[in-house]
T-cell receptor, first 116, second 113 residues
Framework: SAVISQKPSRDICQRGTSLTIQCQVD?????MFWYRQQPGQSLTLIAT?????????ESGFVIDKFPISRPNLTFSTLTVSNMSPEDSSIYLC?????????????FGSGTRLTVV | GNSVTQMEGPVTLSEEAFLTINCTYT??????LFWYVQYPGEGLQLLLK?????DKGSNKGFEATYRKETTSFHLEKGSVQVSDSAVYFC????????????FGTGTQLKVEL
């Protein structure tokens, strides 16, 4: 399965600022997924990032708040903009296993964000 | 739409006890089913998966059988250890590749000596 490097692993940020999270995969993948895990809750998909096109956002998430870049098939960034304490969460990137989705999905180790 | 329902936690067991974490799903097609585990302070790891009805996924002593008739994928382990303490997530994705995962709410397992 793919290996994903995600950074930063954690950060404490002031409200009103922005944080960019990077996700590097060791192989080329078509789709990359960004999830949010709020404290004590399950994972919620923010958006799907395709190389060469705009990201597809899930209901409740907008590009102005969570801009995503996907410059090539091994890299993506998620920015959390104009942060508030409600954005304190773990953010994870994920890719589909090599082959088909039935192989399972690999996750980065996550970015634990605290907004103060 | 697609959804996953898990039993609520936390589940607290003594070491060597039998574990069952219930998971049922609703899907518009024929999903693949997964169990992910999140150990304290770590990211998600795939524990096991099943891609079609009656398949049994297994790993590290954990098992789950894809039951189409009951739309279930319950996680079981015959004898839990303290090191199994973690949050367990049931998830599904529709076959065909490139589809997102839909997660259950997660079940926290605490195993005590």
């Amino acid at each position: 399965s793919a290996v994903i490097s995600q950074k930063p692993s954690r950060d404490i940020c002031q409200r009103g600022t922005s944080l960019t999270i990077q996700c590097q995969v060791d192989s080329q993948v078509t789709m990359m997924f960004w999830y949010r895990q709020q404290p004590g809750q399950s994972l919620t998909l923010i958006a799907t990032a395709n190389q060469g096109s705009e990201a597809t956002y899930e209901s409740g998430f907008v590009i102005d708040k969570f801009p995503i870049s996907r410059p090539n098939l091994t890299f993506s960034t998620l920015t959390v903009s104009n942060m508030s304490p409600e954005d304190s969460s773990i953010y994870l990137c994920s890719v589909e296993g090599l082959g088909t989705g039935s192989d399972g999905y690999t996750f980065g180790s996550g970015t634990r964000l605290t907004v103060v | 739409g697609n959804s996953v329902t898990q039993m609520e936690g936390p589940v607290t067991l003594s070491e060597e006890a039998f574990l069952t974490i219930n998971c049922t799903y609703t899907a518009t097609g024929y999903p693949s089913l997964f169990w992910y585990v999140q150990y304290p302070g770590e990211g998600l790891q795939l524990l096991l998966k099943a891609t079609k009805a009656d398949d049994k996924g297994s790993n590290k002593g954990f098992e789950a059988t894809y039951r189409k008739e009951t739309t279930s994928f319950h996680l079981e382990k015959g004898s839990v250890q303290v090191s199994d303490s973690a949050v367990y997530f049931c998830a599904l994705s529709l076959t065909g590749g490139g589809n997102k995962l839909t997660f259950g709410t997660g079940t926290q397992l605490k195993v005590e000596l």
